[in-house]
């Protein structure tokens, strides 16, 4: 079992920056690789960022390359989404998941098999 908490999330302005935090505890952190997701109303959810299960391979979404980011601190068991420029329109809840995959960093939520309870960001114009 892996236990993922996200905080961080909030209220801020058009162009402000935010650093979301994903605290894992449970499996060896190093088992698995973590994901950033967000789910926008009405839209399905869809992955940002994530890590592959080594840690060593990071894949982006082509619209947040450049301005989001994602790290990790393994001595805290712990992954970062850093969100720059924000807009509007990356109003939505935030998720982290891990996954189990070996050979490639999944996109797709179905891979995942364990998922925060969210935080909420909220972009005003």
């Known amino acids: 079992q892996v236990q993922l908490v996200e905080s961080g999330g909030g209220l801020v302005q058009a162009g402000e920056s935010l650093r979301l935090s994903c605290a894992a505890s449970g499996r060896t952190f190093s088992s698995f690789g973590i994901g950033w997701f967000r789910q926008a109303p009405g839209k399905e959810r869809e992955c940002i960022a994530a890590f592959s299960r080594s840690g060593t391979n990071v894949y982006y979404t082509d619209s947040e390359k450049g301005r989001f980011t994602i790290s990790r601190d393994n001595s805290k068991n712990t992954v970062f989404l850093q969100m720059n420029s924000l807009k509007p329109e990356d109003t939505a809840v935030y998720y982290c998941?891990?996954?189990?995959?070996?050979?490639?960093?999944?996109?797709?939520?179905?891979?995942?098999?364990?998922w925060g309870q969210g935080t909420q960001l909220t972009v005003s114009s």
């Open positions: 998941a891990a996954h189990s995959r070996t050979l490639v960093i999944p996109k797709d939520a179905s891979a995942y098999d364990y």
